[in-house]
């Protein structure tokens, strides 16, 4: 029993732990979004300041070439910017190319299978300094074969019509007991 209430102590002191985590988080997030909302609004009365729609045609005109200047000016701003960052991706390709180097790790291509004769890869590695040919076959040695019995048993039957026609009737039997023995 005593064990028992100390363990449901012990929840209820992490459940009202939990419930002001969370309350407290909760403020944060307010106060979070609180000053995003600030930070924005000081951002656009600085950057945007409020637009006056002019009367005139001439001024309308010049309003149209002031936007025509900013515009530029943030596209060249962009075309800067994108600029750097290629230049600044490519320097950090090199200088991982260049640490793989140093460290003597490099990556491997993937290779591909190549059909090459042996004649071929020769001719390719040595290039013109290649005369040699490389024919794998004419340097093994021939080798006759023997004949065994039963290889030479079916040649001697020949043509097998002629050999059943002499076995065929009681001659034939007869010459065959007589092979035999």
Same mark, same amino acid.
């Given at each position: #029993?005593?064990? !028992?209430? =100390? ?8 459940? =009202? *732990?939990? %419930?002001? @985590? ?19 609004? %000081? ?5 945007? +300041? #409020?637009?006056?729609? #002019? ?5 309308? !005109?010049?309003?149209?070439? !002031? *936007? ?16 750097? $960052? ?5 320097? *950090? ?8 180097? /140093?460290? &003597?790790?490099?990556?491997? +291509? +993937?290779?591909?299978?190549?059909? @090459? %004769?042996?004649?071929?890869? *020769? ?19 021939? $080798? ?9 048993? /079916?040649?001697? $039957? &020949? ?9 065929? &009737?009681?001659? &034939? ?9």
């Amino acid at each position: #029993p005593a064990l !028992q209430k =100390h363990d449901r102590a012990i929840t209820a002191r992490r459940q =009202h *732990l939990k %419930s002001i @985590m969370l309350q407290i988080a909760a403020t944060e997030l307010q106060k979070e979004e609180s000053r995003r909302e600030t930070e924005k609004e %000081s951002y656009l009365a600085e950057h945007c +300041p #409020p637009l006056h729609i #002019p009367s005139s045609m001439a001024e309308v !005109q010049e309003l149209c070439q !002031q *936007l025509h200047t900013k515009i530029n000016a943030a596209e060249e701003e962009k075309y800067d910017m994108e600029v750097k $960052v290629q230049k600044s991706s490519k320097e *950090l390709e090199d200088l991982s190319q260049k640490l793989f180097d /140093l460290r &003597g790790k490099f990556k491997r +291509p +993937p290779l591909r299978r190549v059909r @090459m %004769s042996a004649d071929a890869m *020769l001719k390719a590695l040595l290039g013109s300094k290649h005369k040699v040919c490389m024919d794998l076959r004419s340097n093994l040695k021939q $080798v006759k074969k023997e004949d065994t019995e039963k290889e030479r048993d /079916l040649r001697d $039957v &020949g043509d097998w019509r002629k050999n059943i026609e002499e076995k065929s &009737g009681m001659e &034939g039997r007869k010459k065959m007991f007589e092979s035999e023995s």
